[in-house]
């Protein structure tokens, strides 16, 4: 069965910093892009992240650009999320969610994780 | 950007309905759109895929069509399971981004 299992998530002060796991089973994890979505409370749904199966390609959301950092090791089957200056507006639930089809980038999350709550507060 | 603006952002529907769902992209994007279902408390489920192929295990009542600026998603007869948040996701262009949501709830 393919899973996903975020981990890391909790209270922080503004400015501090956070490191988001996510660890994949039950499929050849090098072999897909991996996501970062994160979902604040009450609201909709926000990509934030993407990293290729190799690691090669990344992409980030603006509102994030130079603050996180995502990245995963191929050998450990999993995929983390680095995040510092976290502000206020950071305040979410993290998923990490799995690319529908191996060897692609910006393709449909077909597999997502329980979610990771951050929360942003002094 | 790719702006999506999904309607009604929310609908009240009793079981057995037929339901329709638009989102409307602020560009073209061919048939780069998903959609996803969301139940309180929980993690997106992901229902179709370039824009009218249902993912496996999916129930048939679920369908998806549109290409280019608008795209809908129907449930031919709303069933007890199926009140939940509905999402688009464009898949176009970076960055991905998603649909404001619809909220479908029991009439």
């Known amino acids: 069965e393919v899973q996903l299992l975020e981990s890391g998530g909790g209270l922080v002060q503004p400015g501090g910093s956070l490191r988001l796991s996510c660890a994949a089973s039950g499929f050849a994890f090098s072999n897909y892009a991996m996501n970062w979505v994160r979902q604040s409370p009450g609201k909709g749904l926000e990509w934030v992240s993407e990293?290729?199966?190799?690691?090669?390609?990344?992409y980030y959301v603006d509102s994030v650009k130079g603050r996180f950092t995502i990245s995963r090791d191929n050998s450990k089957n999993t995929l983390y999320l680095q995040m510092n200056s976290l502000r206020a507006e950071d305040t979410a639930v993290y998923y990490c969610?799995?690319?529908?089809?191996?060897?692609?980038?910006?393709?449909?999350?077909?597999?997502w994780g329980k979610g990771t709550t951050v929360t942003v507060s002094s | 950007d790719i702006q999506l603006t999904q309607s009604p952002s929310f609908l009240s529907a009793s079981v057995g309905d037929r339901v329709t769902i638009t989102c409307r992209a602020s560009q073209g994007i061919s048939t780069y759109l998903a959609w996803y279902q969301q139940k309180p408390g929980k993690a997106p489920k992901f229902l179709i895929y370039?824009?009218?192929t249902l993912q496996s295990g999916v129930p048939s009542r679920f369908s998806g069509s549109g290409s280019g600026t608008e795209f809908t998603l129907t449930i031919s007869s709303l069933q007890p399971e199926d009140f939940a948040t509905y999402y688009c996701?464009?898949?176009?262009?970076?960055?991905?981004?998603f649909g404001g949501g619809t909220k479908v709830e029991i009439k």
């Open positions: 370039a824009a009218s």
């Open positions: 990293i290729s199966g190799s690691g090669g390609t990344i």
């Open positions: 996701q464009q898949l176009k262009s970076y960055p991905i981004t």
């Open positions: 969610a799995k690319d529908g089809i191996s060897g692609r980038l910006q393709d449909h999350m077909d597999v």
